[in-house]
């Protein structure tokens, strides 16, 4: 596989640089574990209790509920393999029913927006927040 862009004798990897940012809405959503209904949110996502747990919980929830992020992250092959990301810290998304106020009961809960990078080891020691 070669992540890059242009064609034909024009074409780059996108390894060539030192640091590579792929952003975008992904629309990456939880998987349904067996048994689960038709991917209902749990509790840990219709309440404020959100708000205040903490990044690395809410990471491993997302990881074994089937985070396709995550998943893609974790199977070590392609472009996904190589590329980081930072905690999510921000609560999910849902989709709403039409010109109602209320979400969709069966819709899995999403993590859209999301960012992932690549930097080159031998360029950057550390990055000042």
């Known amino acids: 596989w070669q992540l890059g862009f242009g ?7 996108a390894l060539e640089h030192d640091l590579l940012l792929v952003t975008g809405d ?14 209902e949110a749990e509790p840990l996502l219709l309440h404020d209790s959100l708000a205040t747990t903490a990044c690395e919980d809410l990471a491993r929830w997302m990881e074994d509920r089937g985070d396709e992020g995550a998943v893609l992250q974790r199977a070590g092959r392609g472009p996904w393999a190589l590329l980081r990301e930072a905690p999510v810290a921000f609560p999910p998304t849902y989709k709403f029913q039409p010109g109602e106020d209320v979400r969709s009961p069966t819709a899995a809960p999403a993590w859209c927006d ?4 690549w930097v080159r080891p031998d360029c950057f020691a550390a990055a000042p927040r």
Request: no cysteine.
């Open 7 to 13: 064609t034909g004798r024009a074409r780059r990897n």
């Open 114 to 117: 999301r960012a992932f990078w």
């Open 26 to 39: 992904f629309n990456f959503r939880l998987g349904s574990p067996a048994g689960a209904g038709g991917g």
